[in-house]
């Protein structure tokens, strides 16, 4: 008798227990971004109803993640980070507030180096909204012709980074020294920008093509040191990356998938690699003001 009361005993107790399971409130894990907004957790929509769980996206600048998440430590309250540049990317990680990579089913844009997983590629182009002006075919154009920049410091650094790879200190200085002269935020002949920027009925150019390749940056993101939802954030990392997957969410954003689709030739350096030169890339700049 002591055996079955005991035996009735956990069965009211396992099922209280799956009742208290079952309507408990959903699970949430926090992404912040550089550039997703609030509503944009509809992207990540597909994945959420996979694994009942939702995705909070909050809308933060670099500096401002930083500070959060120097200050409250482990209680940030956010689980991953997606940026449009791997400048923001860079800051974060020597800030080191992001969870060191690990992966079994990376990509080749990953770092293990500096803790990102690629989700996106965004090349640098050439535009303009009129026919009849002939686009230029490689970036030395730049120091030829009078253009408009549509980028913003950060962005701009990760294109002229290549620079030193291939030109060495010097050359790479004088370089940037006139394309920084020909740059017009206003006016130009033709534009400067992100693939993504692209407007509709614009003429665009991938530069670089029948030379070292197309200059792009990555939308890329970091898993946040500690986080207490690691496993989730990693899988909807993974989920993303995966290539039918990742060409819903690139499309969405108006990027190139990792797949490279368009079949452009990417400059021949990986972006990992030019990381090293942010820093040397900025201080050019700054005193060229």
Request: charged content about 25%; glycine content about 2%.
């Amino acid at each position: 008798m002591r055996i079955l009361a005991s035996f009735c005993l956990l069965i009211v107790l396992f099922s209280c227990k799956t009742e208290e399971v079952s309507t408990s409130t959903p699970k949430e894990i926090h992404l912040a971004s550089t550039f997703l907004q609030e509503e944009d957790s509809t992207l990540f929509r597909h994945w959420s109803e996979r694994n009942h769980i939702r995705v909070v996206v909050h809308y933060m600048s670099s500096d401002s993640l930083i500070h959060l998440l120097k200050t409250k430590a482990y209680n940030s309250g956010l689980d991953l980070i997606i940026c449009n540049n791997l400048y923001d990317i860079l800051r974060l990680n020597k800030a080191e507030v992001l969870q060191p990579y690990i992966s079994e089913t990376g990509t080749p844009f990953d770092s293990k180096q500096y803790n990102y997983f690629a989700l996106g590629i965004n090349p640098y182009i050439f535009s303009s909204s009129s026919d009849s002006v002939p686009l230029p075919k490689t970036y030395d154009e730049l120091q030829k012709n009078k253009f408009k920049c549509e980028l913003d410091r950060k962005n701009e650094v990760p294109m002229l980074s290549a620079l030193l790879s291939r030109l060495g200190r010097q050359k790479a200085y004088n370089w940037i020294k006139t394309y920084n002269e020909n740059k017009d935020e206003v006016a130009g002949s033709f534009s400067l920008k992100y693939y993504s920027d692209l407007k509709k009925k614009e003429q665009f150019i991938f530069p670089g093509q029948r030379v070292s390749g197309t200059m792009y940056n990555l939308i890329a993101a970091g898993i946040v040191r500690q986080s207490s939802n690691y496993t989730s954030a990693h899988s909807l990392i993974s989920y993303y990356s995966a290539p039918n997957n990742n060409s819903y969410f690139c499309k969405k954003i108006n990027v190139i998938d990792l797949s490279n689709p368009e079949d452009i030739r990417l400059y021949r350096e990986n972006q990992e690699k030019l990381l090293q030169y942010y820093s040397m890339i900025d201080r050019m700049l700054n005193k060229l003001k």
